[in-house]
């Protein structure tokens, strides 16, 4: 049998709309794969040891608060460090389209924004976990 | 005409349209009933409808509603630094805003200092940072808090900033009991919806009513809380659920005050609601009529207040930032002016109109002109204010209003099973109703069941919008500057004191803490020191999610 994707939702920051975070995590299950769900507000240290922990092969990210500049690359670093050098890493959110080329940099995979459907993003993940 | 006769109409009308729907079907998705008659509303007695100012203020809260004043046009502003969002709050006054809408940043929603290192990224992103009565006094400058009415968007630490803003007031020579404004307070929706919550539920209850009752006796004419539907709505629930468990929280609010030995009537009056304006403008009207028909039930026969005013559910509305679409943003002008009309025909006290930009960014000045001209232009051009409760005796809206308010009360029925709000909050029943409701309208958009302009149907290309709001790292910096060379400057001694007076009085539940952190601002303690007082001794709460 075929290793199921194991995919941590993750809600790095303060910000507390966690309506789509929990939308997309729910949707992911539905699509197959394995999903956990961090709950509100993670430091990028505690993304990265969850994603550690629980040896996921996608960490997908959400902010609504604008702090995405910040926060995505710092959980992209970190991640890194602890030797996760395969796991996609994909965010979401209030993301302005100017934004997106520097967290692409950052090795942020892709970014999903307001009125992506749920089903974009499970193919995205398909076609790009390694 | 008899009912009888209204039947046999109806049925010889049906046979007629059961043709015309073999040969043109109709579209999927509609609500079930095509055609509202007097039939649908043969059981409503005018009691439940009756007057404007009357119980049960079906049509309304005051006697002449919008005929003498048009409702507050209040536009909820804050970014960046005190100064910068001083600049905007003045110019929403010098534009004809009648009310001013403090929105704060995340670190000063969860009451951690601009310098924690939690707040990396997030200081004056979300709203303005507010660390001390030094930031508090920039952002009211020139700004007389003896005129001007003011709502701030704070929960968790709703106590410190309401202590600021007295403090303030006292500068200016304003006494507190002039004060009028309203504070969210509203601890409960932000486990089940919003998220900036801190201290867990008992000891959150305890500050609501410490205010509620310091109030009574010192800032009279200030509104307590603003029991939150919009967030619930926003999170994903139906127009049912947002007030059914918005007035759930009312209930156990009231009820937590009258266990702290309050009386209702001595606080009922100022409680006040928030709700949503969200697409389905008959819907809404609706939800707003049976809101305040649900609550005056709620206040007179469980609660048995007495007073006219602890009975009317004064409401605060907001139109709804989560049907703003990314794609063709000028499309939520459109939007925002239906979401607009629908909270004035259902009687709002006061209104926050959102930007074109909002699913983008914060909303830049001229985006926030045009929400307010939006409203502006309801109020003076569009009719809708001119009589009380335009849409009453509508079939549908009646019935409409009807058949929200059974679905309200069957919620609170059940949540009162489950042992009431923070019982049913505490055990993930309320979130997990949300949640479903909110990945139902998801697959309902994905589906194409139900139909967003620009986002499921009439797309285009388009060119990423330029001119959006930023916020720049910078402020971050010189904030946590300002920081630190006012705790240079102020009394420390003083501050050690208050704090540690605020410690001993967070353990002793009989004492009023109020008094306590009013003394701690006015030396300058920071919103940080404060609330890390109170962590230490109420903890912190942990959330469950069940997906």
């Known amino acids: 049998m075929e290793k199921r994707i194991r995919v941590l939702v993750a809600k790095p920051g303060l910000d507390g709309h966690d309506r789509g975070a929990k939308v997309v995590a729910r949707a992911l299950r539905d699509a197959g794969f394995e999903v956990v769900y961090t709950g509100l507000r993670q430091t990028p240290e505690q993304i990265a040891e969850a994603a550690l922990q629980e040896d996921v092969n996608v960490i997908a990210m959400s902010i609504l608060s604008g702090a995405h500049p910040h926060l995505f690359p710092k959980v992209v670093d970190l991640v890194r460090k602890n030797g996760m050098d395969d796991v996609l890493i994909i965010g979401g959110g209030v993301i302005p389209e100017t934004d997106i080329p520097a967290l692409k940099e950052a090795g942020v995979s892709e970014v999903f924004t307001p009125g992506t459907p749920t089903g974009s993003i499970v193919d995205f993940i398909k076609a790009n976990v390694k | ?547």
């Open chain 2, 1 to 547: 005409m008899s009912n009888e006769k209204i039947q046999a109409g109806l049925d010889k009308y049906n046979a007629s349209v059961e043709k015309v729907v073999s040969r043109f079907p109709e579209r999927p998705n509609l609500p079930e009933q095509r055609l509202y008659t007097p039939l649908d509303i043969k059981d409503t007695t005018y009691d439940e409808i009756g007057f404007p100012g009357m119980y049960p203020y079906t049509r309304g809260v005051q006697p002449t509603m919008y005929r003498g004043r048009f409702w507050t046009m209040r536009m909820y502003a804050g970014f960046s630094t005190a100064a910068e969002s001083n600049k905007r709050y003045r110019y929403l006054i010098e534009s004809g805003a009648t009310g001013l809408s403090c929105a704060f940043d995340l670190p000063t929603q969860i009451g951690y200092d601009s310098d924690d290192s939690i707040a990396e990224g997030e200081v004056g992103k979300v709203g303005v940072a507010i660390d001390s009565l030094a930031d508090m006094e920039i952002l009211f400058d020139q700004i007389d808090l003896g005129k001007v009415s003011t709502s701030m968007t704070i929960n968790a630490p709703a106590s410190v900033l309401l202590a600021m803003y007295i403090a303030v007031a006292e500068k200016q020579g304003v006494a507190a009991d002039q004060l009028k404004g309203t504070i969210q307070n509203d601890i409960l929706k932000e486990y089940a919806a919003r998220g900036t919550y801190i201290f867990p539920p008992r000891p959150s209850m305890r500050l609501i009513t410490n205010i509620f009752e310091y109030c009574s006796k010192n800032v009279p004419k200030w509104n307590t809380i603003s029991i939150s539907g919009y967030h619930i709505r926003e999170a994903g629930s139906t127009a049912s659920q947002e007030i059914a468990f918005t007035i759930a929280d009312g209930i156990a609010y009231c009820e937590a005050a009258i266990k702290a030995g309050l009386h209702i009537d001595d606080f009922a009056g100022r409680l006040s609601f928030f709700w949503n304006a969200h697409n389905n403008v008959l819907e809404e009207v609706a939800k707003f009529r049976a809101s305040r028909r649900v609550w005056a039930k709620v206040m007179k026969e469980r609660f048995h207040a007495e007073k006219p005013k602890s009975m009317m559910l004064r409401v605060h509305t907001q139109t709804a930032g989560s049907m703003l679409t990314a794609q063709q943003p000028n499309n939520n002008i459109v939007r925002v002016a239906l979401q607009t009309a629908a909270a004035v025909m259902g009687g709002t006290q006061s209104l926050h109109t959102n930007s074109r930009d909002e699913a983008l960014a914060l909303p830049t000045e001229e985006s926030v002109m045009i929400a307010l001209r939006t409203q502006q232009i309801v109020a003076c051009e569009s009719g809708l204010a001119d009589v009380i409760d335009p849409l009453a005796g509508s079939y549908y809206v009646e019935a409409l209003t009807n058949k929200i308010e059974a679905e309200a009360w069957e919620y609170i029925n059940k949540i009162d099973e489950i042992g009431g709000a923070v019982a049913a909050i505490e055990k993930g029943y309320i979130q997990k109703e949300i949640q479903d409701s909110a990945y139902k309208w998801q697959m309902d958009v994905e589906s194409g069941a139900k139909t967003i302009v620009g986002v499921n149907k009439f797309q285009i290309e388009e060119e990423p919008p330029k001119g959006l709001l930023k916020v720049d790292a910078s402020v971050g910096v010189a904030q946590c500057e300002r920081l630190a060379a006012m705790k240079a400057k102020r009394d420390n001694a003083a501050v050690k004191a208050s704090l540690t007076d605020l410690k001993a009085a967070c353990q002793d539940e009989n004492e009023n803490l109020m008094p306590h952190i009013l003394n701690a601002v006015r030396v300058y303690a920071t919103l940080g020191e404060i609330c890390g007082v109170m962590r230490e001794v109420f903890g912190e709460y942990e959330a469950h999610v069940n997906l």
